[in-house]
């Protein structure tokens, strides 16, 4: 699998990866890509999350290979969490994300979400998308035009 076969797909994994399977009319058994919703999830997820990212099945995710995280379009729709909490999984910090680590920030990622502890996410616990900024309102046109002073030598 090349990188360029998967970029095609990347938004709607990530889609699926960060809003979870609702994204999805009918989810994939297990969840598909979408964040795992047990603590026993956290491992398969990271699995299948790693062996997409590994463009070139060289066993490490690179700066390349998150790239395509970082377009615009796939940002908007959470790529940009996503590469975060892959970036922060290096943890021997030799700019490679092995499977073993990957794993490790899923399961930290998942510990941090799940607030209450019970090893389950609800949905109030899931990642919640920015409302969308207010529209701008300007302020009202004056109702009627301020007198000015006559301006020197103006006629």
Do not use: C, H, K, Y
């Not at 964040?35 to 995710?61: H, K, M, N, Y």
Request: hydrophobic fraction near 40%.
């Amino acid at each position: 699998m090349t990188l360029r076969s998967i970029v095609p797909a990347l938004p709607v994994i990530l889609l699926m990866a960060v809003t979870g399977s609702a994204a999805a009319q009918t989810p994939p058994p297990g969840g598909g890509m979408g964040l795992p919703r047990t603590a026993e999830a956290v491992a398969p997820w990271a699995e299948r999350l790693f062996t997409r990212l590994d463009a070139d099945q060289d066993g490490s995710i690179t700066g390349a290979e998150l790239a395509p995280l970082a377009d615009p379009a796939v940002a908007a729709q959470g790529g940009s969490r996503l590469r975060a909490m892959i970036s922060q999984s290096d943890a021997s910090r030799d700019s490679r994300i092995s499977l073993e680590e990957l794993a490790a920030g899923a399961q930290r990622m998942f510990v941090r979400m799940d607030r209450n502890g019970d090893g389950q996410l609800a949905d109030d616990e899931l990642p919640q998308r920015p409302a969308p900024p207010a529209p701008m309102t300007m302020p009202p046109a004056p109702t009627s035009t301020p007198d000015f002073p006559d301006m020197p030598g103006g006629g």
